[in-house]
């Protein structure tokens, strides 16, 4: 089955400093990624899309500048949250588009914690 | 914009019984998908089941069942024989069709936690 592998699983940093969260599929190319952020008990909010070889879109709301997407690759999409602060504190879960069945794969998400 | 409506925040039944969460959504597109997503205490999403809305049969995956109603914009899922293993928090979510812009983003639901007793 379809596979789309996140790391790292857990990150701690410190206010001010950037964390990267990696988001591959590991069996097959999608050209298309999600990034999800989720609270503490609460549902998940699409934060942006991200395309293959072009900008990412973000929804409304969402700091492009403080929430960076680099989509390279077929099977490799990052977000880096620039200048952490304590309310980027979050779950961050990823979705590859597998386009065969109408459904997304998810990532095993990251816990962010800005300390 | 869609939305997504799950009206029940926590629900707990026996092992064994049969559980109906409820999912209503908000939408004027008429070529959508509805998906219910599983999420146990690992926090890994899991999909459950998927409806397409050009579907009049409800769908079914073994002991889970959806019945879609798409003039009342209703989508709720239907655990047979609930098992332990089935306690989680399980989400609605809603995504359009694609029309040639691209894939969209899931919409989810807030959630129904749903504890099996033993």
């Known amino acids: 089955g379809a596979v789309v592998s996140q790391h790292p699983s857990r990150v701690i940093c410190k206010s001010g400093t950037s964390v990267k969260i990696e988001c591959r599929s590991l069996d097959f190319q999608a050209t298309t990624m999600f990034w999800y952020r989720q609270f503490p008990k609460k549902s998940l909010m699409l934060m942006a899309t991200s395309n293959e070889g072009s900008k990412a879109t973000y929804e409304q709301g969402v700091e492009k500048d403080k929430f960076l997407i680099n989509h390279a690759s077929l099977t490799l999409s990052t977000l880096t949250v620039t200048s952490a602060h304590p309310e980027d504190s979050s779950f961050y879960i990823c979705s590859a588009d597998q386009r065969t069945n109408y459904g997304y794969t998810f990532g095993s998400g990251t816990r962010l914690t800005v300390v | 914009a869609q939305t997504v409506t799950q009206s029940q925040p926590e629900m707990s039944v026996q092992e064994a019984e049969t559980v109906t969460l409820s999912c209503t959504y908000d939408t004027s597109e008429n070529n959508y998908y509805l998906f219910w997503y599983k999420q146990p205490p690992s926090r890994q999403m899991i999909l459950v089941i998927r409806?397409?809305?050009?579907?009049?049969q409800n769908a079914t995956e073994n002991r889970f069942s959806v019945n879609f109603q798409k003039a009342a914009k209703s989508f709720s899922l239907k655990i047979s024989d609930s098992q332990l293993g089935d306690t989680a928090m399980y989400f609605c979510?809603?995504?359009?069709?694609?029309?040639?812009?691209?894939?969209?983003?899931?919409?989810f639901g807030k959630g129904t936690h749903l504890i099996i007793q033993p």
């Open positions: 979510a809603f995504m359009m069709e694609d029309s040639g812009g691209g894939a969209d983003g899931l919409t």
């Open positions: 409806q397409e809305a050009y579907k009049q």
